[in-house]
């Protein structure tokens, strides 16, 4: 009976563990790389990239976000998957090199977005935070390296608004694989600018890199996918594990009659999915809703309980009366 209990508390001390395990990463913040060949490479119509502005930074700029930078707070972490460059709004945008205007339209906190996919390539280029007053590109168009794709926004149609303006600034991002490669909408699919995994784990390349490489590195970079299984794992099998303990304890509990560890049970997976919610986890939902299903399995199995007890209690009174 007891050492039952001593590995009751062992299970659940192993499952909170397992999140805890989730925490740790090693996706370090990139500086940019060099950009003082930025005219040459604008110049040379013989080299495949050039950067996407002629001058990137300006002297006067807040700190611009680099990529794999973190977000904060940091028990909320997400990383840009992209790198940011300050100039004035009007600033024209090129494109790094040739290719095709895969979309181009408002897009949430990106103002107005554009992405080209280079199939010669194949990565795709995306750039946000631009201006749809001054001139909207279509999609379809072909582009070559060097033309003109949008401007940059002013800082009330960027994104921002007049009540929260935002910085004027061009979020430049490359990705392997084409648009198409992702499809849907979400954080971690195509228009992602901070997200949740490390960036160099679902496709996301570093920018002034790969451009100063002039060639998409070779070896290293991740397939793409736009799989649920490859960007969740972690979440899905956590859940898995929680779901399929919850049953097991919720099985076994019913069958020998534990009221209290049925209880402290369900407690735990409440506790639990709340502490993973807090975290940003997904699987901190998922745990909830099972804690719920669980509740209500637990519910109706106590009414039957007790609907029995009374009917063992009504028999024996009757026996006595006689
Ligand atoms: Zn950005």
């Known amino acids: 009976m007891f050492h039952r209990r001593v590995l009751a508390v062992a299970v659940f001390f192993v499952l909170l563990s397992a999140g805890r395990a989730q925490a740790v990463d090693d996706c370090a913040t990139k500086p940019f790389d060099d950009t003082s060949r930025i005219g040459e490479y604008a110049a040379d119509e013989g080299l495949p990239f050039q950067f996407p502005m002629d001058e990137l930074f300006m002297e006067s700029a ?3 976000a680099r990529f794999c930078e973190w977000s904060y707070p ?7 998957a992209a790198e940011d460059y300050h100039q004035p709004a009007g600033t024209p945008v090129y494109a790094i090199a040739d290719g095709t205007v895969s979309f181009s339209g408002r ?8 992405i080209v996919d280079h199939p010669q390539f194949d990565i795709y280029s995306l750039y946000g935070h631009l201006s749809p007053s001054r001139w909207r590109i279509d999609a379809g168009t072909e582009v070559e390296k060097g033309e003109t794709l949008a401007y940059l926004g002013d800082d009330d149609e960027n994104g921002g608004s ?8 061009l979020h430049f991002g490359i990705r392997v694989g084409q648009r198409n490669n992702y ?3 979400g954080e971690w699919r195509w228009q992602a600018g901070w997200i949740k995994p490390c960036p160099t784990d679902v496709g996301w390349l570093h920018p002034s890199e790969v451009i100063n490489a002039q060639e998409v590195p070779e070896g290293g970079v991740p397939a793409p996918h736009g799989g649920l299984w490859e960007v969740w794992r972690a979440e899905i099998m956590l859940t898995g594990i929680y779901v399929l303990a919850g049953s097991v304890w919720l099985f076994f509990g019913t069958r020998r009659r534990k009221r209290v560890m049925l209880l402290l049970g369900g407690l735990s997976f409440i506790a639990t999915g709340t502490m993973f919610h807090i975290r940003g986890m997904k699987a901190g939902v998922a745990i909830l809703l099972f804690a719920l299903v669980y509740a209500t399995i637990l519910g109706l199995w106590f009414a039957r309980q007790r609907g029995s007890d009374e ?3 009504g028999g024996a009174s009757g026996v006595d009366s006689t």
């Open 62 to 64: 807040e700190h611009p």
């Open 107 to 114: 897009m949430g906190g990106y103002g107005w977005l554009v």
């Open 183 to 185: 499809p849907g909408q």
């Open 162 to 169: 007049v009540a929260e303006p935002l910085v004027t600034h």
């Open 311 to 313: 009917q063992v209690r």
């Open 74 to 80: 940091s028990d909320d972490r997400k990383y840009h």
